[in-house]
Protein backbone atom coordinates (compact mmCIF):
# COMPACT_ATOMS: atom_id res chain seq x y z
CA UNK A 1 0.00 0.00 0.00
CA UNK A 2 1.90 2.99 -1.17
CA UNK A 3 5.22 0.92 -1.94
CA UNK A 4 6.54 -0.83 -4.66
CA UNK A 5 6.54 -4.65 -4.76
CA UNK A 6 10.42 -4.86 -4.20
CA UNK A 7 10.55 -8.53 -6.59
CA UNK A 8 9.90 -8.52 -10.17
CA UNK A 9 7.34 -10.37 -12.12
CA UNK A 10 8.04 -12.41 -14.99
CA UNK A 11 5.58 -13.72 -17.47
CA UNK A 12 6.11 -16.86 -19.67
CA UNK A 13 3.79 -17.29 -22.96
CA UNK A 14 3.00 -21.09 -23.14
CA UNK A 15 0.81 -22.96 -25.63
CA UNK A 16 -1.95 -25.13 -24.54
CA UNK A 17 0.42 -27.78 -23.48
CA UNK A 18 2.69 -25.82 -21.59
CA UNK A 19 5.32 -25.64 -24.05
CA UNK A 20 7.39 -21.69 -24.02
CA UNK A 21 7.04 -20.42 -27.02
CA UNK A 22 10.29 -19.67 -28.39
CA UNK A 23 9.52 -17.46 -31.23
CA UNK A 24 8.75 -13.83 -29.25
CA UNK A 25 10.72 -10.83 -29.60
CA UNK A 26 10.31 -7.49 -28.00
CA UNK A 27 7.95 -6.46 -30.03
CA UNK A 28 5.36 -8.53 -28.49
CA UNK A 29 5.59 -5.89 -25.37
CA UNK A 30 3.18 -3.84 -27.55
CA UNK A 31 0.34 -5.91 -27.03
CA UNK A 32 0.69 -6.09 -23.34
CA UNK A 33 -1.32 -4.73 -20.65
CA UNK A 34 -1.60 -4.51 -16.77
CA UNK A 35 -4.49 -3.12 -15.16
CA UNK A 36 -5.71 -3.67 -11.58
CA UNK A 37 -8.37 -1.92 -8.67
CA UNK A 38 -6.37 1.14 -7.51
CA UNK A 39 -3.19 0.51 -9.28
CA UNK A 40 0.03 3.53 -9.25
CA UNK A 41 1.09 2.89 -12.87
CA UNK A 42 3.34 5.87 -11.88
CA UNK A 43 6.55 3.36 -11.56
CA UNK A 44 5.26 0.90 -13.80
CA UNK A 45 7.82 -0.84 -15.92
CA UNK A 46 7.50 -3.91 -18.55
CA UNK A 47 10.69 -5.20 -20.18
CA UNK A 48 11.62 -8.22 -22.72
CA UNK A 49 14.03 -10.67 -21.14
CA UNK A 50 15.62 -11.88 -24.76
CA UNK A 51 17.62 -14.50 -22.69
CA UNK A 52 14.84 -16.46 -21.29
CA UNK A 53 12.70 -15.42 -23.36
CA UNK A 54 9.69 -13.54 -20.83
CA UNK A 55 8.25 -10.17 -20.41
CA UNK A 56 9.15 -8.78 -16.64
CA UNK A 57 7.17 -6.05 -15.11
CA UNK A 58 8.58 -3.98 -11.96
CA UNK A 59 7.27 -0.73 -10.16
CA UNK A 60 4.21 -2.30 -9.18
CA UNK A 61 2.55 -0.32 -6.70
CA UNK A 62 -0.90 0.32 -5.35
CA UNK A 63 -2.55 3.63 -3.79
CA UNK A 64 -2.72 3.58 0.17
CA UNK A 65 -5.54 2.02 1.26
CA UNK A 66 -6.36 -0.72 3.83
CA UNK A 67 -5.03 -3.99 4.07
CA UNK A 68 -6.70 -6.53 1.87
CA UNK A 69 -6.14 -8.19 -1.65
CA UNK A 70 -5.45 -6.98 -4.56
CA UNK A 71 -5.66 -8.70 -8.02
CA UNK A 72 -3.56 -7.27 -10.62
CA UNK A 73 -4.61 -8.68 -14.29
CA UNK A 74 -2.55 -9.35 -17.24
CA UNK A 75 -3.41 -9.53 -20.81
CA UNK A 76 -1.93 -10.10 -23.66
CA UNK A 77 -3.74 -10.15 -26.95
CA UNK A 78 -6.69 -12.73 -25.77
CA UNK A 79 -4.81 -14.37 -23.15
CA UNK A 80 -5.19 -12.77 -19.65
CA UNK A 81 -4.47 -14.16 -16.55
CA UNK A 82 -5.62 -12.83 -13.08
CA UNK A 83 -2.62 -12.49 -9.98
CA UNK A 84 -4.02 -12.15 -6.56
CA UNK A 85 -1.53 -10.06 -4.15
CA UNK A 86 -2.05 -9.88 -0.63
CA UNK A 87 -1.37 -6.13 0.54
CA UNK A 88 -0.31 -6.09 4.26
CA UNK A 89 0.48 -3.21 7.28
CA UNK A 90 3.86 -2.31 7.08
CA UNK A 91 6.12 -1.10 10.14
CA UNK A 92 4.43 1.16 12.45
CA UNK A 93 4.85 4.77 12.01
CA UNK A 94 1.55 6.71 14.13
CA UNK A 95 -0.06 6.30 17.24
CA UNK A 96 -3.42 7.23 16.94
CA UNK A 97 -5.89 7.27 20.00
CA UNK A 98 -9.56 7.53 18.47
CA UNK A 99 -12.02 10.22 20.23
CA UNK A 100 -8.83 11.07 22.37
CA UNK A 101 -9.81 14.73 22.98
CA UNK A 102 -6.65 16.25 24.90
CA UNK A 103 -3.00 16.30 23.39
CA UNK A 104 -0.93 13.44 24.51
CA UNK A 105 3.00 13.76 24.49
CA UNK A 106 4.65 10.26 24.00
CA UNK A 107 8.18 9.64 24.92
CA UNK A 108 10.27 6.93 23.10
CA UNK A 109 10.47 3.74 25.54
CA UNK A 110 8.51 5.22 28.73
CA UNK A 111 5.57 3.75 30.26
CA UNK A 112 2.54 6.11 30.22
CA UNK A 113 0.25 6.57 33.49
CA UNK A 114 -3.07 8.12 33.06
Not at 38 to 60: E, N, P, V, Y
Not at 94 to 108: F, G, R
Amino acid sequence: MGEKLQDEIEIMITDQHGNQIQSLASFCMTDLKISGNGLDKSDLKTFWKQSTQTISIKGIKFEPGPPEVKELHVAWHNLSYYLKLRLIAGPPVKLDLPDWIEPLTVSQCQMIEY
